[in-house]
């Protein structure tokens, strides 16, 4: 599950740097997939809508056993 919740950051990650941001995945239990943002998305206030939106949005449509996804 790892390697497919890379993957899936991995089309995520150059629309984050375009912005200056970033997105670490930090671990998985339980379906809960734990990331970081980093650099501009770390203190931006849309952080939680591209969480929400892009990110859980695409590790789902990719990795469908997973339940949520989560900043930390």
């Not at 150059?14 to 930090?26: F, I, S, T, Y």
């Not at 943002?37 to 969480?51: I, S």
Request: proline share 4%; aromatic share 0%; charged share 30%.
């Amino acid at each position: 599950m790892k390697d497919r919740v890379e993957l899936a950051l991995s089309r995520i990650r150059p629309n984050l740097q375009a912005d200056g941001g970033d997105v670490e995945l930090v671990g998985i239990s339980d379906g809960v997939v734990k990331v970081k943002l980093t650099g501009a998305c770390g203190g931006c206030p849309m952080a939680r809508v591209t969480l929400k939106n892009a990110i859980e949005r695409t590790i789902r449509a990719e990795v469908p056993e997973v339940k949520r996804v989560e900043a930390v």
